[in-house]
């Protein structure tokens, strides 16, 4: 038995099954336990029956990505076993119900170890210990998948206890005794396998135990949520789509902070509802996916003529059309980029995991109100959805920026109607752009928005002597916001200097870019570096240009056919990049495809490296 | 603290209300006769002029925000109901006017016209009916009807027209009338009526387009026909006719279908004669009565008064750490 600090494990079933609740089990029970952990969540289009499944790596130390083969693949249904036991390791191991699967007629690899377990028999024992029926009690399958898999990693068996605890909480807290019966026997069984002994991947104990409380175990759409409600967010409208959706309902369910979440009739009430509220100085967001996106633009170019903040979140998925709705990809960076007619200034946000999640949306808001224009905020599926590990987010300093305001104090003086009855330049030229804001409301300050051009009062014109001045006002905010916008929350080098291969990329690739970094200089002694793209509009040129000019062979890493960041970076800097890791196939790359591609280019100074692996 | 608006002890006048843009409306447009009743009701409930937002979307139609002394949001083509109700969502204290055209309201509105009914939004909109687009040249908008083929269109309408008020009714609008752009007094009065309305108030308001609308002219409208042998004017008034469009009492399930079923056959007559008035008015909780019974912090703060930061030191200072237990490891 060999001792491991890194473990890839795998449920899957037919949607509606709880694959997803047996993975928050399984992945909170190893967090309670002291680990790290990362979890990737794959679905169908499809509300029950098609097929899902759910990754976790566990790890000793943070990790932000998944690996290809999986150490322990455990199902209670045979799909899973037909359409993944191929990926198990050859020393890896299989949990699985002996009643509906044959593991003779499964593509294993000889050495991978069986470990039946009677999942029905379990369930029948408690059925008449408790009275209740079989039936009612087949979603506990999945603890006792959970049981199974963590007794055989010799993972403490009051990790799930707690963990539970901390799913079953207020009116379902009766669940807890109910699953912790199941996870006993199942625990009890694996325990008593003399096979369990020889499985090679027990888990080492984390050199230091995280303390009790100190981390936070979430996806971006989460940690989005939170970071609205930090922020003031006093409106968030949508309309249903996924993955955006799950943000929405989560802030729905959080009622009690006072944030209306709005459903609209579609994509274009949704943004134009967002920036009804955003003229009214409410902080006020939107969240979406591409096709919503496409149907948002038209607010976007009305809300940038008329300086209005708003944000735009948009959770990639993959395209064109209604592409792979469930699937991840990279590719609407462009479309954010170039969305709506004509020019108006634009800030484009794009995080690469939960916790820059968490801090950028909070500026997405200050950003929005200081420079008075919409933000588009990219994240995408893999965000919304995998389950990532982090230290808390230190929410104790986050600072409010509400741009420049006039008026805050105008007061309504009944004897002087006249002064209340003010008009006021609210689209004023000023020097750097920014023109100070007065709300409908305020006294003595009246005036009015159009999509169309107008002067500095918001009334129509077609006046050149007006449009030339105006519209070069509103385009120098984004000289401001690349002046004012901290240097690391534009560009970031992660990694050591002077290395042989620099990967640049942006978005949710940092994760598996991070991992693949340490993976190839302490398994294949080579450094590697990642320029980490954070703002897209303003392009940080600069800080890209002077990133680049050491580089000895830049790899672009995207979930896409194209390669959209290289061709953005060669528009903004005239930098060509050569080398490309690309994949398409709607599953996010791993750690095992990222670190293989990067020794290919190394080694053969391949231009393209196009990765498929994933069901 | 919410604080509901209250109205000024001198009421302006209406002329105060006009903004100093000159109009771009062709003369005798009906457009004239609706701003100016538009300020009119305002200036006749004592509306602050400051808390008050006029939203309209884009056409003829459209511009008139410019012309009214108001805070004003002259949106996109059919979107100016959802600006508008994202308005009244973040401030509730703001009275809401949305003015659009027939074909921003009935044709590229449609979606946000249903929704905005289902949602019951305390806020009033005016829609100017000319049966036309003015503004593209004279194409036919959703309430012209089939058949007719005012000097613009090069083919009779192919399509048949929809029905303001009763789409209005399924829909949901809780206060629901007709007027006419060149009767001032009737207009302003029922502007009015829909502004004091608790919830969403379509008035439908017909207008003559002097330049592209040849069939339903100022002349049209100011005709008399005959009525059983006898000489009477076009235009008339429910409430003078014995017509009562207002449900006394919302529970009365009884009395709910009668004042529908009256409102659909009301507007499905088919006659020379144009009836204006409230063709139906009930009380039913607003969107934002709703919205404070699933948020009770909304009770104490409308949304845009609701505190996130210390104004000293403007360090959010919301406490997350309920939301967060869910995840905390």
Not at chain 1, 101 to 113: E, I, R, S
Request: charged content about 20%.
């Amino acid at each position: 038995m060999n001792r491991t600090h890194d473990l890839c494990w795998m449920i899957g079933g037919p949607q509606g099954t709880g694959v997803d609740s047996s993975a928050t089990l399984f992945a909170r029970s190893c967090a309670v336990a002291g680990y790290w952990v990362y979890g990737r969540r794959e679905y169908h289009s499809n509300i029950k029956g098609e097929h899902s499944y759910f990754q976790v790596r566990v790890k000793t130390e943070p990790v932000y990505s998944h690996t290809d083969p999986v150490n322990l693949l455990a199902t209670f249904e045979n799909s899973t076993a037909q359409l993944h036991a191929f990926e198990i390791v050859d020393d890896g191991a299989f949990i699985y119900d002996p009643k509906v699967t044959d593991p003779a007629k499964l593509d294993l690899k000889p050495g991978v170890l069986l470990f039946p377990i009677p999942f029905d028999q379990i369930l029948e024992e408690i059925a008449q210990a408790t009275g209740k029926t079989q039936t009612s009690l087949s979603i506990i399958k999945n603890t006792i998948a959970v049981a199974a898999s963590m007794a055989l990693c010799q993972l403490d068996i009051s990790a799930i206890e707690e963990a539970l605890n901390g799913i079953f909480t207020g009116s379902k807290a009766k669940l807890v005794s109910l699953n912790m019966q199941a996870a006993t026997k199942a625990y009890e069984i694996m325990k008593n396998n003399p096979d369990t002994a020889k499985f090679n991947y027990v888990m080492e104990k984390p050199a230091t135990v995280p303390a009790k409380g100190s981390r936070y175990l979430l996806n971006a759409a989460v940690a989005t949520g939170l970071a609205k409600l930090k922020a003031g967010c006093r409106l968030q409208t949508y309309y249903s789509i996924t993955p955006a959706v799950d943000e929405c309902i989560y802030l729905e369910d959080l009622s009690e902070y006072g944030l209306p979440v709005v459903q609209c009739e579609d994509e274009i009430a949704a943004i134009n509802m967002a920036i009804g509220g955003g003229t009214t100085g409410v902080r006020a967001s939107t969240s979406t996916s591409g096709p919503g996106m496409d149907l948002m633009t038209e607010g976007l170019g009305w809300a940038g003529i008329n300086e209005v903040p708003v944000v735009m979140f948009n959770y990639m998925r993959g395209g064109p059309s209604t592409g792979l709705p469930t699937r991840h990809e990279q590719t609407d960076m462009l479309a954010c980029l170039f969305s709506g007619h004509g020019e108006y200034p634009k800030i484009v946000m794009c995080p690469g995991d939960a916790r820059e999640q968490f801090y950028d949306t909070f500026k997405a808001f200050n950003y929005a109100d200081r420079y008075q224009t919409p933000v588009t905020f990219i994240s995408d599926k893999l965000l919304a959805n995998n389950t990532v590990c982090f230290p808390k987010f230190d929410d104790s300093n986050m600072k409010v920026d509400l741009g420049v305001m006039a008026g805050k104090d105008a007061k309504f003086d009944e004897n002087n109607i006249e002064a209340a009855l003010q008009k006021f330049p609210r689209f004023k030229i000023t020097e750097d752009g920014i023109s100070p804001r007065a709300l409908p409301g305020m006294p003595g300050h009246i005036y009015w928005m159009t999509g169309d051009e107008h002067c500095e009062y918001g009334h129509i014109t077609e006046e050149p002597e007006i449009r030339i001045p105006m519209q070069e006002k509103r385009m120098k905010k984004l000289d401001l916001a690349a002046r004012e916008i901290l240097p690391e929350d534009q560009l970031v080098v992660h990694g050591p200097e002077n290395a042989p291969i620099t990967i640049v990329s942006w978005g949710s690739t940092k994760g598996v870019i991070l991992d693949t970094i340490k993976v190839l200089k302490e398994k294949h002694n080579l450094d590697v570096n990642f320029i980490q793209i954070r703002l897209l509009s303003p392009f940080p040129v600069d800080a890209f240009k002077k990133a680049m000019a050491n580089v000895k062979r830049a790899v672009v890493v995207e979930s896409s056919f194209g390669g959209q960041i290289t061709q953005l970076i060669t528009m903004r800097t005239g930098i060509q990049i050569e080398h490309e890791v690309l994949k398409w196939s709607g599953r996010p790359i791993s750690e095992t495809e990222l670190v293989a591609a990067i020794q290919e280019i190394n080694e053969k100074q391949s231009r393209k490296v196009v990765l498929s692996y994933g069901l | 603290m919410v604080s509901s608006p209250t109205p000024l002890k001198t009421p302006l006048k209406g002329s105060q209300l006009k903004s100093d843009i000159h109009s771009e409306w062709c003369p005798g447009c009906g457009d004239f006769g609706i701003t100016n009743s538009i300020q009119q009701a305002i200036a006749g409930l004592g509306m602050k002029p400051w808390e008050t937002f006029i939203v309209s979307g884009v056409g003829c139609s459209g511009k008139v925000p410019h012309y009214i002394h108001t805070y004003g949001m002259h949106t996109l083509h059919g979107r100016s109901l959802a600006f508008a109700q994202g308005a009244k969502l973040a401030n509730p204290n703001l009275h809401i006017i949305a003015a659009g055209g027939d074909g921003d309201g009935y044709g590229i509105g449609a979606g946000h016209f249903v929704h905005a009914g289902r949602r019951n939004m305390d806020m009033t909109y005016v829609v100017f009916n000319n049966e036309v687009y003015g503004l593209t040249k004279g194409q036919a908008s959703p309430t012209l009807a089939q058949g007719a083929q005012p000097k613009s269109l090069a083919l009779p309408n192919p399509t048949t027209a929809i029905n303001p008020v009763t789409l209005a009714l399924a829909c949901g609008y809780t206060f629901i009338a007709r007027s006419y752009a060149f009767d001032a007094k009737h207009l302003k009065e029922t502007i009015m009526k829909a502004i004091q309305h608790k919830g969403m108030a379509l008035i439908d308001v017909l207008q003559p387009c002097p330049t592209y609308n040849n069939i339903h002219t100022k002349d049209y409208f100011a005709e008399m026909v005959d009525v059983g042998g006898s000489q009477v004017p076009r235009v008339y008034y429910l409430e003078n006719e014995g017509y009562d469009g207002v449900v006394k009492n919302p529970n009365d399930i009884n009395e709910v279908n009668a004042k529908q079923a009256q409102c659909f056959e009301q507007a499905h007559k088919v006659e020379d004669r144009v009836a204006l008035g409230v063709y139906y008015q009930i009380e039913r909780p607003t969107f934002q009565d709703i919205l404070k019974k699933n948020i009770p912090l909304l009770n104490e703060f409308t949304p845009v008064e609701l505190p996130y930061y210390d104004p000293q030191t403007m360090i959010a200072n919301t406490d997350l750490s309920k939301a967060a237990a869910d995840f905390t490891i």
